[in-house]
């Protein structure tokens, strides 16, 4: 029991919580109809709850990141099958074995980009990625390199799955919505990073690329690692001469092959909109 919950007027939900261990046992007591509703899984469950759940998956992490007293992340997507180098002549395909140099480059970005956040008392440019493996454990991996914290955004899947090591502990948090994890990896970013990836990291992407072409979101560096990648997988000149998105559109993101080139490439944003 806190400090605070000694003084309160009146008993807070845990103090009641406790007094559950203590009532007769009934046939009233035992029926689920007595437990408190908050306290109770099966009614928590109910599709009638969604809302109450969508909102809570919300509230959990966003306060318990202000209560470290985050301001500002670093987004970084990518592939979950992004091999580690020295896996890479197991991968399934010869491309994902290419691939694996940009683990590399990722746990460096991180690193780096980890150093500075570390100057902020790890307030400021906190790495955040999607808590799996591939880039998402090389970005974990090169924040604890720098002696820092870093997010992991982990989300319930149909097989087995687990958040990778490197995340901080207390930053390792699970989702069963989507949605409500697409908006904590946005809240609070100042600059998206993504590298080589499948449907999710391409999901990922473009749609923190419409919420900055619709003005939803405001321009901020994003920066595709790979150029040879993402012009072999997307066409982004046919969808401008095309007119479904305008030649300007073309300007909201960067590439970069390098850590460095990706952190020269946010240095140099204009700080009015950064």
Same mark, same amino acid.
């Given at each position: 029991?806190t400090?605070h919950?000694k003084?309160?007027?009146?008993?807070? @939900?845990e103090?009641?919580?406790?007094?559950?261990d203590?009532?007769?046992?009934? %046939?009233q007591?035992?029926h689920?109809a007595y437990?408190? @509703?908050?306290?109770?899984?099966d009614f928590? +469950?109910? $599709?009638?709850?969604?809302?109450?759940?969508l909102q +809570?998956?919300l +509230?959990?992490p $966003?306060?318990?990141?202000n209560?470290?007293?985050i301001?500002s !992340?670093?987004v970084m =997507?990518?592939? %979950?099958?992004?091999?580690?180098?020295?896996d890479?002549?197991?991968?399934?395909?010869? !491309?994902?074995?290419? +691939?694996?140099?940009?683990y590399? /480059?990722?746990r460096? =970005?991180?690193?780096?980009? !980890?150093?500075r956040?570390?100057?902020s008392?790890?307030?400021?440019? /906190?790495i955040?990625?999607g808590?799996?493996?591939?880039?998402m454990? %090389?970005? &974990?991996?090169g924040a604890? $390199?720098?002696?820092?914290?870093s997010?992991?955004?982990n *989300? /319930?899947?149909?097989?087995?799955?687990?958040? &990778?090591?490197y995340?901080t502990?207390?930053?390792?948090?699970n =989702?069963?919505y =989507?949605?409500?994890?697409k908006?904590?990896f946005l809240?609070?970013a100042?600059?998206?990073?993504?590298f080589?990836?499948?449907f999710g990291t391409?999901d990922?992407?473009?749609?923190?690329?419409?919420l *900055?072409q619709?003005k939803?979101?405001?321009?901020m560096p994003?920066?595709?690692f790979?150029?040879?990648f993402?012009?072999r997988?997307i066409?982004?000149?046919?969808? %401008?001469e095309?007119g !479904?998105i305008?030649a300007?559109?073309l @300007?909201l993101?960067?590439?970069?092959?390098?850590?460095e080139?990706? *952190?020269?490439? *946010?240095?140099g944003?204009?700080?009015?909109?950064?």
């Amino acid at each position: 029991m806190t400090e605070h919950s000694k003084s309160r007027t009146f008993p807070d @939900a845990e103090q009641d919580m406790r007094r559950w261990d203590h009532v007769p046992d009934t %046939a009233q007591t035992r029926h689920p109809a007595y437990r408190l @509703a908050f306290g109770d899984p099966d009614f928590m +469950l109910r $599709d009638e709850l969604r809302p109450v759940r969508l909102q +809570l998956e919300l +509230l959990k992490p $966003d306060m318990l990141m202000n209560e470290r007293g985050i301001a500002s !992340t670093i987004v970084m =997507f990518g592939g %979950a099958r992004i091999p580690r180098p020295e896996d890479a002549g197991a991968a399934r395909t010869k !491309t994902l074995g290419d +691939l694996a140099r940009f683990y590399d /480059v990722a746990r460096e =970005f991180a690193r780096l980009m !980890t150093l500075r956040s570390v100057q902020s008392y790890g307030r400021e440019d /906190v790495i955040v990625t999607g808590g799996g493996p591939g880039v998402m454990e %090389a970005g &974990n991996r090169g924040a604890k $390199d720098a002696g820092g914290a870093s997010i992991g955004l982990n *989300i /319930v899947l149909p097989h087995e799955q687990a958040p &990778n090591g490197y995340i901080t502990p207390d930053l390792c948090f699970n =989702f069963h919505y =989507f949605a409500i994890r697409k908006m904590h990896f946005l809240m609070r970013a100042r600059a998206i990073t993504v590298f080589p990836g499948g449907f999710g990291t391409l999901d990922e992407m473009f749609e923190a690329l419409t919420l *900055i072409q619709t003005k939803r979101m405001r321009k901020m560096p994003f920066i595709l690692f790979g150029r040879d990648f993402w012009t072999r997988v997307i066409n982004w000149e046919a969808l %401008a001469e095309a007119g !479904t998105i305008s030649a300007e559109d073309l @300007a909201l993101f960067h590439y970069a092959e390098t850590a460095e080139e990706a *952190i020269a490439l *946010i240095d140099g944003f204009p700080p009015e909109t950064c």
